[in-house]
């Protein structure tokens, strides 16, 4: 098989020169996550189909050491337009990433951006996931609107530390001049500092990236997730540790999910009622 060419390159109008985007996950991700807010779509488009091709180069359905990576941070200038709070601090950041091969077709993935609780979707620490709609969801996923706002509230619980958080997320359509394909990116941030119940420990900052590029009948899926957090006897390798297995596990229960359930990976009570103080 011929490997796509890294650099991908998307014309911006006639007479200009094309767009380039960088090599390598850790400088497209940067890429990415820059342009999300951008008013054309020839910078995501360019990075999508670089992302593509580095992604099309690993062993998507092979053991996770082979599609995990420590990525580089994510520095003031490369935020896009999403806030740099009082816990950002880019030295403490925990940068991970995790690719996958679902085993649904792109237009599946619909089922999950619509989809208002998200436990046994993320996570099993992922105890409460509840999403709203800040513009219209049926438009964004009947591929008529290009954007789409959600607020997320989250629970999580883990011997490590409880904690409550807000995170926004935005997502975006874009459909790739090059073959017309639709493809999918989102981020999302935890707008502040979140203390985990009686205050012992914080979850410092999180920014986040996905994406979804069509593959044949099933979906290329990138995760990537800058974080930090305050919790006793928690140290960086412990914590990376930690989130490149919350992300895979993710990935798992979010194809059960589009299988409606199949397999049953998780076990969790997707009605259990929370009540936030």
Not at 60 to 69: C, K, N, P, S, T
Not at 216 to 223: A, P
Request: with cysteine; net charge negative; glycine share 10%.
């Amino acid at each position: 098989m011929v490997r796509p060419s890294i650099l991908a390159l998307v014309l911006v109008g006639c007479g200009k020169p094309p767009v380039e985007a960088p090599e390598g996950l850790n400088d497209l991700a940067r890429f990415l996550t820059t342009n999300f807010e951008a008013e054309g779509t020839e910078e995501l488009e360019a990075g999508m189909l670089g992302l593509e091709a580095e992604l099309l180069a690993l062993d998507l359905e092979g053991d996770v050491d082979g599609r995990a990576f420590t990525m580089a941070t994510l520095r003031p200038e490369d935020l896009g337009g999403m806030p740099q709070h009082d816990g950002y601090d880019v030295d403490a950041q925990i940068p991970v990433a995790v690719a996958i091969r679902s085993q649904h077709d792109f237009q599946a993935q619909m089922r999950i951006v619509e989809e208002t609780n998200h436990v046994c979707i993320e996570s099993a620490t992922t105890k409460f996931y509840g999403r709203t709609f800040d513009t219209d969801v049926a438009c964004f996923t009947g591929g008529t609107c290009d954007t789409l706002e959600t607020s997320n509230e989250v629970r999580k619980e883990s011997l490590l530390g409880d904690v409550w958080y807000d995170l926004p997320k935005q997502y975006r359509r874009i459909t790739l001049a090059e073959d017309g394909r639709d493809v999918m990116i989102a981020r999302g941030y935890t707008p502040g500092v979140f203390s985990t119940d009686g205050g012992g420990g914080s979850f410092d900052q999180t920014y986040t990236l996905e994406a979804w590029i069509p593959d044949g009948d099933k979906t290329l899926r990138f995760y990537s997730m800058w974080s930090s957090v305050t919790l006793t006897a928690v140290g960086d390798d412990a914590w990376a540790a930690l989130v490149r297995s919350g992300i895979d596990e993710g990935y798992g229960y979010a194809d059960d999910f589009l299988a409606d359930f199949a397999e049953e990976l998780c076990r969790e009570d997707r009605d259990r009622a929370y009540d936030r103080e």
